[in-house]
Each structure stands twice: as C-alpha cells, then as structure tokens.
C-alpha cells in the first residue's frame, strides 16, 4: 500500500522548494532590513484564542478550523493565520510594556479546511509581518510599501494593491447598521439572510454573480467615516503616493477576519484566476482587548508563498533549469579511493565548497553519470592508480576538460576554480 499527501496538500520538492525557499527569502527581507524580528509561535494553540481572535463567525472559525482534543482533554486548532498567535505571544511575554512599536515578522504553514482547488490549498505557507501597539498611518503605509517591495523584488509586475477602510469602533457600527438595512431588503438566500445579522461585511465580499447584481447601490464604508479615520486614511494613501506604490481605492474591500479596523488592503495579481489574493491585511485596533489585554492599536499583513510563487511562475520568473546542488562531485573507483574520496569531499565541505560523490558503489560509467546529472561544475575523479600517485583528476564537466592535481591540493585547487 502507497500513501497520498492528505486532499489539498502537497509537497514541495527540489529544485521547486528551493526555489519557494529563495521566494519567501525575497518576500521578508524587506521587513528584516526595517527592524522587524522574527518570532516563532507553536503551530497548535488553544482553540478559544481563533474563536475569539479570528472571530466565530467568520468562515475561517465556522467552517475551516483542524480542531481536535489532545489526550488531556484540552480544545487545540492548527492556526488558521498567525495574527492572533503574535498578539498572544506578545501579551503572554508582556513585550508590549517595552518600546513601541513592537515589531516582528514570522513565517510558516497555515492550516484552513477549505475547497481546494488551485491556488486554495488546506496546508499553505504565509509570511507576516505585524507591528504592535502604536497607532500612526505611517506604520499602516510602511508595511504596506514593504510588502510591496517584497513582491517587486521578485520581478512580478501584474500586481494590484487595493485598499480600504473599514472605520472604527466610532463609525463602523452606524455603517454595519445602515449596510444591514440595505441587505434586509435583497432576494437573498437563508445563509446569506443569518449572515446579514452576524457578519454583513462579510456579504459584500459574497463572489456569486447574483449577490453581486443586488449590491450596486450599497451603502459603501467610505461614505461613513467619522473624521478621525477620515484623516488617518487620507494619510495612509498620500504617504503611499509619496512612497511611488501604485494603489486602487476599493470601498468593497472587506476581508475574511473579523479583526480588522480602519486600513486594510489587497495585493492581486493578474496571472491566477479566482484566486488571485497574494496577499493582505490591515490595522487592528480592537484585537488585543478582545484576546483580554489592553489596548494596542496594530497593523499587520500575511503573504501566502505559495500563491506568489504560482503567480512567479504566471509571469515566467522562475528560471527554466535549477541551478546545480553541489559545485564538486566525487567519483571513487575502488574501496581504498572510496574511503579517500569520503574525507577529500568532508574537507571540501569544511572548506566551503558544496560538494557531494557517487554512493552505493557505482562503476565509473555510473558513477560519471551521477557526476553529470549532479550539476556539478567538476567532477573529482580518484581510481587506484590515480591514489597510488597521491593524485586525483578534476574534471570540468562544461568543457570536459581533465587535469590532474596533488591530493594534496585539490582541496585549494577546487576551491579557487569554484569562486
Ligand atoms: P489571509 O490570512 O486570509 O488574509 O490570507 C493572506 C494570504 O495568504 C492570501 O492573500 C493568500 O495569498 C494566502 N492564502 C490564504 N488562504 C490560502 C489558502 N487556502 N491556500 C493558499 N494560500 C492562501
């Protein structure tokens, strides 16, 4: 019996996860060069911190959590998202009572129980980055430049950002009544009609045609900001203009979690169909309060690798052939050679140069085939004869060129040849 990567997950495999390593590299080091550090959270918390955080009735909490009891009885979820985790690694270790803003990045798999298809898988991987505790458009509009750099960086250029505002505990509520006010009046179905009560932003992001064609004359949040979000978001957007990042003014932008307040924002991208988010996020105000500690005003964004490498591989970013593994590969004929060749390549390691050698005992024609398939740049070639020389010959697998060299130097020989 074989087994299968559980329904919508998959595996990354080199040279792809490789090249997904150099992606998510290119996507956090901008946040890294602005003072973000990096934290790790566990991958299971308590289930109360999404239902509270994430919010029960959002889909993400309703429908898509891994929750399961450990042996003692406890309610654990694999995280869905990694915002709240970091507010409640932040409060739990009180960084909060230190400088502010808090700062920090974190990176890894996220878990939803979704339909997958392309692009929307149950196991993904995000990077994050969240800035806590301080409540200033400057930090809303530097994550957002930052993300967009991050992208730019990888050459991807079919990019929109969209963004919103969502008000605040001032004026979101008078929008969420008007907005339901409107709703109640559609031809909508029973689903949709509870969701109107519990969550009526969430109806607007509703993607069915039919939904859609009700929604024309909305009421949109925009026109219901007090003056306060006014002028912060007024802010946000000239300091994004000043900044050169090109956006979209979106008043439909809503999002899935219930914890955003005031600035949220979208990055799409032209080359992936339906689901084409690469990436979002926004400010919130309230989440910190609602998890039990105080008031600490946050702004945040998670990217999902993998939807910006398809959309890498949408624009035709992704080099053709995977650059070689390993610059030396060593081919041993011979029991004694083999033994040699294990220490010559251990030393070329420590002299840091990558290099690997033929395994299992190969004959030359095997082992030369390994060498070739290796991508390495030079083999290293040590027959019997070649050992009783003290000698070995390097072979530069481009030109196919052949020299012999001293055991003795072939660790300083390689390495010259290599830089
Ligand atoms: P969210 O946490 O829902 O705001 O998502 C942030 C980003 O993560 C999205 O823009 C996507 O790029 C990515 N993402 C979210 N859900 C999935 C999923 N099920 N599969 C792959 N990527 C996802």
């Known amino acids: ?135 200033d458009p400057a930090l809303d509009a530097e994550l957002i430049v930052l993300a967009a750099q991050g992208f730019a960086s990888l050459g991807l250029t079919d990019v929109r950002l969209l963004v919103n505002s969502l008000g605040d505990k001032t004026c979101r509520p008078v929008y ?43 009421p949109l949040v925009v026109d219901h900001l007090c003056a306060a979000c006014k002028a912060y978001h007024e802010e946000v957007r000239s300091l994004l203009t000043a900044s050169g990042v090109a956006f979209e003014d979106d008043p439909r932008l809503v999002r899935g979690l219930d914890y955003y307040t005031r600035t949220t924002f979208e990055f799409v991208h032209g080359g992936l169909g339906s689901q084409s988010a690469i990436g979002g996020g926004g400010r919130y105000d309230g989440l910190s309060e609602m998890l039990g500690g105080p008031p600490l005003p946050s702004v945040g964004w998670a990217l999902g690798v993998d939807r910006t490498f398809l959309a890498m591989e949408a624009e035709g970013l992704l080099p053709e052939a995977a650059p070689g593994r390993v610059q030396v590969y060593g081919v041993a004929l011979g029991d004694d050679a083999r033994r040699r060749m294990f220490h010559l390549v251990a030393e070329l390691r420590r002299a840091g140069v990558s290099a690997d050698m033929a395994f299992g005992g190969k004959g030359l024609k095997g082992a030369m085939k390994g060498a070739d ?21 390097v072979k530069d697998l481009t030109t196919a060129e052949q020299t012999e060299v001293p055991l003795a130097r072939v660790v300083d020989v390689l390495k010259g040849k290599v830089q």
């Open 373 to 393: 398939r290796s991508g390495a740049r030079f083999a290293l070639i040590l027959g019997e004869r070649d050992l009783a020389a003290e000698a070995a010959q």
């Open 176 to 218: 969420r009544a008007a907005l339901q006010d409107f709703l109640r009046g559609l031809d909508l179905d029973d689903d949709t009609r509870a969701r109107i009560e519990i969550n009526p932003l969430r109806v607007l992001d509703d993607k069915r045609p039919e939904v859609q064609a009700q929604l024309d004359g909305a």
């Open 1 to 135: 019996m074989t087994f299968q990567a559980p329904k919508g997950t998959f595996d990354w495999l080199p040279p792809r996860s490789e090249q997904v390593l150099a992606v998510r590299e290119a996507l956090v080091a901008p946040v890294r060069l602005a003072g973000y550090g990096y934290v790790e959270t566990p991958v299971f918390e308590d289930t109360q911190l999404f239902a509270r955080g994430v919010g029960e009735s959002t889909d993400i909490v309703s429908k898509e959590m891994y929750t399961f009891p450990d042996k003692a009885g406890r309610s654990l979820t694999l995280r869905p998202e990694g915002t709240a985790s970091v507010v409640r690694a932040v409060l739990q270790h009180n960084l909060h009572t230190g400088q502010l803003p808090v700062k920090v990045w974190y990176s890894g798999s996220q878990f939803r129980y979704e339909r997958a298809q392309k692009g929307r898988y149950r196991h993904f991987w995000q990077v994050g980055a969240e800035a806590l505790g301080s409540e």
